[in-house]
Antibody, heavy 116, light 109 residues
Framework: QLQLQESGPGLVEPSETLSLTCTVS??????????WGWSRQPLGKGLEWIGS???????RYNPSLRSRVTISIDRPKNQFALKLTSVTAADTAVYYC????????WGQGTLVTVSS | QAVVTQEPSLTVSPGGTVTLTCGSS?????????PYWFQQKPGQAPRTLLY???SKHSWTPARFSGSLLGGQAALTLSGAQPEDEADYYC?????????FGGGTKLTVL
């Protein structure tokens, strides 16, 4: 079974760009059978879907975040990435990556705090 | 953007049956929304119980089942166990974008 692991800075300053990477092991990120997504969860609150990227690079984003979000895929590194620009304290959350369509694999999550 | 609604909290007795629901502000939930159900315990990542309304993963206990009920997606737990106490989230698809429900806190008491 594929395994996913998020990585990136745990602290980002306000107005800066949040950048996270999800590394996929145990299989190829380029398979047409899967696609990949990011979600987040502020501490003590519910889950929020951020977006997805398909094997061909097509993306879908949460309309409320679309102007600030980019999800990309790096096939040689077997990784996909999340960038969120102009962050504020409201973007402080645990960020999760996951494998779709059946969501049979989640990363363990990584806490990103937006603070100066 | 659509709003997905769930009961904020429910309580079930050990061994009892409870149904959690997932509704959409856009109208009836159908199989075309590809409903997912996730279980999350404190300090843990979510775990997927069901996808495509009622399909189970190998780790999904048999006591969990999914359906469409009265225009909503439903997760039924039959024979609740203490370890089923958790937060449960549904996720609906809207032409490729997705929206989580607010979650249901299930207490087994």
């Amino acid at each position: 079974q594929l395994q996913l692991q998020e990585s990136g800075p745990g602290l980002v300053e306000p107005s800066e760009t949040l950048s996270l990477t999800c590394t996929v092991s145990g299989g190829s990120i380029g398979s047409s059978n899967y696609y990949w997504g990011w979600s987040r969860q502020p501490l003590g609150k519910g889950l929020e879907w951020i977006g997805s990227i398909y094997f061909d690079g097509n993306t879908r984003y949460n309309p409320s975040l679309r102007s600030r979000v980019t999800i990309s895929i790096d096939r040689p590194k077997n990784q996909f990435a999340l960038k969120l620009t102009s962050v504020t304290a409201a973007d402080t959350a645990v960020y999760y990556c996951a494998k779709y369509p059946h969501v049979d694999s989640w990363g363990q999550g990584t806490l990103v705090t937006v603070s100066s | 953007q659509a709003v997905v609604t769930q009961e904020p909290s429910l309580t079930v007795s050990p061994g009892g049956t409870v149904t959690l629901t997932c509704g959409s502000s856009t109208g009836a939930v159908t199989s075309g929304h590809y409903p997912y159900w996730f279980q999350q315990k404190p300090g843990q990542a979510p775990r997927t119980l069901l996808y495509d309304t009622s399909s189970k993963h190998s780790w999904t206990p048999a006591r969990f089942s999914g359906s469409l009920l009265g225009g909503q997606a439903a997760l039924t737990l039959s024979g609740a166990q203490p370890e089923d106490e958790a937060d449960y989230y549904c996720l609906l698809s809207y032409s490729g974008t997705r929206v989580f429900g607010g979650g249901t806190k299930l207490t087994v008491l």
